[in-house]
């Protein structure tokens, strides 16, 4: 019997940065009134709040979700109000080696674009994030831009072999994420595990990234039960199941 379950956001909750559906919202909130709920992604607290949390029912239990932003270096609790547990983050000097890597490894990898929306390069404190297109580019255009992973795959070769005492992953549709060495989606997932008190055993992953060099793959090569999802319909479907079986 499974006593949490974590979800990934952009492509397994959510399309790319946009906020969760209706439907999505409802689930979520019925699956809070029967076990712990995490959430765990690249992004920083004001995506999650944007896309997750804002959009959750009234009546949402939210003493019972875990939000965990930055690949799980930071953690947010519900006690009257968000809460910030822990924030794991870069000291200056790293920050500004990441910086200048992924610059050249960008210029290197032909990845200069003729349209960009918004900033490549997000800084989130515990975590920076290169978007190919800009962190505003629309979903059409996100989806197009790398569907076989080739450009972000020849990107983290580049920068693997600069930054080899950091972790690079593909993320998201047009991203690549970097934290500190060891800080992955296990890191944060063993985190949540210490706080919460649920084991290993007792919790289960949804994720669309579950796949070698994959930022959801981790997750899997800890020992977490996972079920790979191809998008937000197949995560309504498995939310669903669960439902149903949990149900007194």
């Known amino acids: 019997m499974k006593r949490l379950i974590a979800f990934d956001l952009d492509g397994t909750l959510a399309e790319s940065k946009q906020p969760i559906d209706q439907a999505t919202a409802e689930l979520l909130a019925e699956l809070l009134d029967l076990l712990r709920v995490a959430v765990i992604s690249g992004g ?4 999650f709040e944007t896309q997750v949390v804002s959009r959750l029912p009234s009546e949402a239990n939210l003493r019972q979700l875990f939000i965990m932003p930055t690949t799980g270096t930071k953690l947010y609790r519900f006690d009257e109000g968000w809460q910030v547990v822990y924030a794991d983050v870069f000291s200056q000097e790293e920050r500004s ?7 050249r490894a960008a210029d290197e990898s032909g990845l200069r674009e003729t349209q960009i929306w918004g900033e490549r390069v997000e800084d989130r ?11 505003l580019a629309p979903l059409d255009a996100k989806t ?7 450009k972000r795959k020849r990107l983290q070769a580049a920068l693997r072999t ?7 992953n593909i993320g998201g549709s047009t991203s690549i994420d970097i934290t500190r ?3 992955d989606k296990a890191y944060g997932m063993r985190k949540l595990a210490k706080h919460a008190g649920v084991p290993f055993a007792e919790m289960l992953f949804l994720g669309d990234a579950i796949y070698p060099g994959g930022n959801d793959n981790p997750v899997r090569e800890a020992g977490i039960d996972t079920i790979a999802v191809r998008d937000v319909a197949e995560t309504r479907t498995a939310i669903s199941a ?4 949990m149900r007194p």
């Open 125 to 135: 404190g515990s975590q920076i994030t290169f978007s190919g297109l800009g962190q």
């Open 97 to 103: 080696r990441i910086l200048d890597a992924l610059t």
């Open 144 to 150: 197009a831009w790398d569907p076989d992973f080739a």
């Open 181 to 183: 060495h060891g800080i």
């Open 44 to 47: 920083d607290w004001p995506q």
């Open 242 to 245: 669960v439902i149903a079986c």
């Open 162 to 168: 600069t930054l080899h005492d950091l972790s690079v």
